[in-house]
């Protein structure tokens, strides 16, 4: 079955570079989507195929997707910012994966 | 605006049976293929099945395949999970969420997830 590893824990200073990575065997090759929950509400979408930010999400969220690693990046990061991140792709074999998430922490 | 409700948690025994529901709003229902996603207490996100809009294509996670089943009614804009054999290890808050399909011909599960519901807490305890 396909895995995607995460940093239990990132912490960022307020206003400066969060990167939070996800890792899997080629997941350069598949599309990697991320997802924030912040405590005791459901996630909301910040990134899909890889770099895509939806509507109504701050241009500060980016997202790439190379080799064995996905990265999300918060540039400039705000107290807001603070939640679990979790990366997710399709894989053929094992249908929908999440990433053991991120707790995201802006000091 | 898209409005997804779940309904139908509670209290189970283990080996016991329980039906989710989430009922949708805010766009054509017909058309998205759907998820039911779970979070047990303090652990992360884990998809637990999909439905293509048409009903006709179905995924489970090895973990309920078998146990569990997926199904909408297209006429009432609503998703269900029929649950049965319940595990301790099933519980969990239950969130049904709205996919956005990206892949090409018939559904795959190429998708993500672009609305979730707030979910219904699933307790199987004796």
């Known amino acids: 079955s396909y895995e995607l590893t995460q940093p239990l824990s990132v912490s960022v200073a307020l206003g400066q570079t969060a990167r939070i990575s996800c890792g899997g065997n080629n997941i350069g090759t598949k599309n990697v989507h991320w997802y924030q929950q912040k405590p005791g509400q459901a996630p909301v979408l910040v990134i899909y195929?890889?770099?895509n930010r939806p509507s109504g999400i701050p241009e500060r969220f980016s997202g790439s997707n190379s080799g064995n690693t996905a990265t999300l990046t918060i540039t400039g990061a705000q107290a807001g910012d603070e939640a679990d991140y979790y990366c997710?792709?399709?894989?053929?074999?094992?249908?929908?994966?999440f990433g053991t998430g991120t707790k995201v922490t802006v000091l | 605006e898209v409005q997804l409700v779940e309904s139908g948690g509670g209290l189970v025994q283990p080996g016991g049976s329980l039906r989710l529901s989430c009922a949708a709003s805010?766009?054509?229902?017909?058309?998205?293929?759907m998820s039911w996603v779970r979070q047990a207490p303090g652990k992360g996100l884990e998809w637990v099945s999909a439905?293509?809009?048409?009903?006709?294509?179905?995924y489970y996670a090895d973990s309920v395949k078998g146990r569990f089943t997926i199904s909408r009614d297209n006429s009432k804009n609503t998703l269900y999970l029929q649950m049965n054999s319940l595990r301790a290890e099933d519980t969990a808050l239950y969130y049904c969420?709205?996919?956005?399909?990206?892949?090409?011909?018939?559904?795959?599960?190429?998708?993500?997830?672009?609305?979730w519901g707030q979910g219904t807490l699933v307790t199987v305890s004796s």
């Open positions: 805010g766009f054509t229902f017909t058309s998205y293929a």
């Open positions: 439905i293509s809009g048409s009903g006709d294509y179905t």
């Open positions: 969420a709205k996919e956005y399909y990206y892949g090409s011909g018939s559904y795959s599960g190429a998708s993500y997830f672009d609305y």
């Open positions: 195929r890889d770099s």
């Open positions: 997710q792709v399709w894989d053929s074999s094992t249908a929908k994966v």
